[in-house]
């Protein structure tokens, strides 16, 4: 007869203790695919928020005090010359979710380049 206040236990190996692991083990997968990186890539919306805000940088750059309506111009125009460009195509499908994330708070054009870049 058991003791009470002791559990039973199986020695390792045991198939008791190995048909315990079978469950976690099938849900650990998804945890792990989850918060690995797996998350929504970006849309074609979001990387023209993208590239509007680095055309705004740009120009913020080159004209301190650039009134507004000049630089919606030049974003219109970036978007224009984008629509026929590979690379500019391939966005939703090389820019992570992270990199967009990181660009989108970066505080100069510098630094939205270099969240895409690493």
């Known amino acids: 007869?058991?003791?009470?206040?002791?559990?039973?236990?199986?020695?390792?190996?045991?198939?008791?203790?190995?048909?315990?692991?079978?469950?976690?083990?099938?849900?650990a997968v998804p945890c792990v695919a989850l918060f690995s990186g797996c998350s929504k890539p970006i849309d074609r919306a979001e990387c023209d928020q993208m590239l509007d805000r680095y055309v705004g940088f740009l120009m913020q750059n080159q004209e301190p005090g650039v009134p507004f309506e000049?630089?919606?111009?030049?974003?219109?125009?970036?978007?224009?010359?984008?629509?026929?460009?590979?690379e500019f195509a391939a966005c939703t499908d090389r820019v992570s979710r992270k990199q967009y994330e990181c660009a989108m708070q970066a505080p100069n054009a510098d630094r939205l380049e270099q969240c895409l870049v690493f």
């Open 70 to 86: 000049e630089i919606r111009k030049k974003q219109r125009e970036a978007r224009v010359k984008a629509e026929s460009s590979s």
């Open 1 to 27: 007869m058991r003791a009470l206040g002791r559990r039973k236990t199986f020695p390792r190996g045991t198939a008791s203790r190995s048909r315990l692991r079978g469950p976690w083990a099938l849900l």
